[in-house]
């Protein structure tokens, strides 16, 4: 079936740098896509989200690109901080109701 | 900001018992929805409902089964436990009708002995 992948399981990067978090989607009929982050313990948490309509969106110090083309999806993160450091899914509209998730990026900030 | 919230952070059970886990959200999001979440497996639909007593398959519902009476609350109960049903159990609710945003509880980690 359609699915949601993630191109790195972990991803560490320096406290003040811009993090990176990609996303590569399968179902070219998909046309909603969400990012969470789950920090150990918690549930995850909604992020930002962009229609198919879009190629990008900004938020406090998140922005979405999606590349429809190619079929990808990336979460860009500005200035990254220690309470950034979490697990990174995406989403997919799937059929009906459903969110189709992707397996997760865990992101390490270094002090 | 939308309140999900699952009555138990931590349950243990045994192998054979009927177990509930509840879920209830505060603001009057017609859907809610049941994931399990597993290392290696990722969220895993089990059952979800668009509408007080309604209730739709997801893609692991063998084992469970949910009850809807209340728009804000959203049972899921393991009709008889078995260790392979250990797992991080989390409730979502979204809005409207299609596959919008869905917020989560912080859900429940079961353990079946």
């Known amino acids: 079936g359609e699915s949601v992948g993630l191109h790195l399981p972990t991803l560490s990067v320096q406290e003040g740098d811009n993090s990176i978090i990609n996303c590569a989607y399968s179902?070219?009929?998909?046309?909603?896509f969400i990012w969470y982050k789950q920090e150990s313990g918690k549930g995850p948490q909604f992020i930002i989200d962009i229609r198919s309509n879009m190629d990008k969106r900004q938020g406090q110090r998140v922005t979405v690109l999606l590349n429809k083309t190619v079929k990808h999806l990336s979460l860009q993160i500005a200035a990254t901080q220690p309470g950034d450091s979490a697990v990174y899914f995406c989403?997919?509209?799937?059929?009906?109701?459903?969110?189709?998730f992707g397996s997760g990026t865990r992101l390490l900030v270094r002090p | 900001d939308v309140k999900v919230t699952q009555s138990s952070r931590y349950l243990v059970k045994r192998t054979g018992e009927k177990v509930f886990l509840e879920c209830v959200q505060d603001?009057?999001?017609?859907?809610m929805f049941w994931y399990r979440q597993d290392p290696g497996l990722g969220l895993r639909l089990i059952y979800f409902s668009y509408d007080v007593k309604m209730k739709e398959k997801g893609d692991i519902p063998e084992g469970y089964s949910v009850s809807r009476e209340k728009k804000e609350r959203f049972s899921l109960i393991l009709e008889s436990a078995s260790t392979n049903q250990t797992s991080m159990y989390l409730c979502?609710?979204?809005?409207?009708?299609?596959?919008?945003?869905?917020?989560f509880g912080d859900g429940t980690r079961l353990s079946i002995l």
């Open positions: 179902n070219s009929a998909s046309d909603y």
């Open positions: 989403a997919e509209n799937g059929s009906s109701y459903k969110l189709i």
């Open positions: 603001m009057d999001h017609e859907n």
């Open positions: 979502a609710s979204s809005q409207g009708q299609g596959a919008g945003a869905q917020h």
